[in-house]
Nanobody, 123 residues
Framework: QVQLVESGGGLVQAGGSLRLSCVAS????????MGWYRQAPGKQRELVAV???????NYVDSVKGRFTISRDNAKNTVYLQMNSLKPEDTAVYYC?????????????????WGQGTQVTVSS
């Protein structure tokens, strides 16, 4: 029932900017964390940025100072503002949202994924 939909990807020149958006729909549960991953052809998927419901953020070293993640908890929406883009940022970017589920063994995370949006940076 839960669905994540990304938007905002595209083709830009080096030094340009893009803002990615991800909205979660079809559910009534609030996500405790949302974030962005990316994967280039032939490479492993890596975590780019994450934000918790409390506002704590973390970034991969390669994007620190250039990317900013933000969240609208009421709308279960996460954004990724990408500035000073470089060709090495080229990848498919995936939205991720996480909830905590109570099991008989205790609390456990559950992840939801979007289908991805292509970001291509030329030069």
């Amino acid at each position: 029932q839960v669905q994540l939909v990304e938007s905002g990807g595209g083709l830009v020149q080096a030094g340009g900017s893009l803002r990615l958006s991800c909205v979660a729909s079809g559910g009534f549960f609030s996500f405790n964390a949302m974030g962005w991953y990316r994967q280039a052809p032939g490479k492993q998927r890596e975590l780019v940025a994450v934000i918790t419901s409390g506002g704590t953020t973390n970034y991969v070293d390669s994007v620190k100072g250039r990317f900013t993640i933000s969240r609208d908890n009421a709308k279960n929406t996460v954004y990724l503002q990408m500035n000073s883009l470089k060709p090495e940022d080229t990848a498919v970017y995936y939205c991720n949202a996480q909830t905590l589920q109570l099991r008989t063994t205790g609390w456990a995370p559950k992840d939801y994924w979007g289908q991805g949006t292509q970001v291509t940076v030329s030069s």
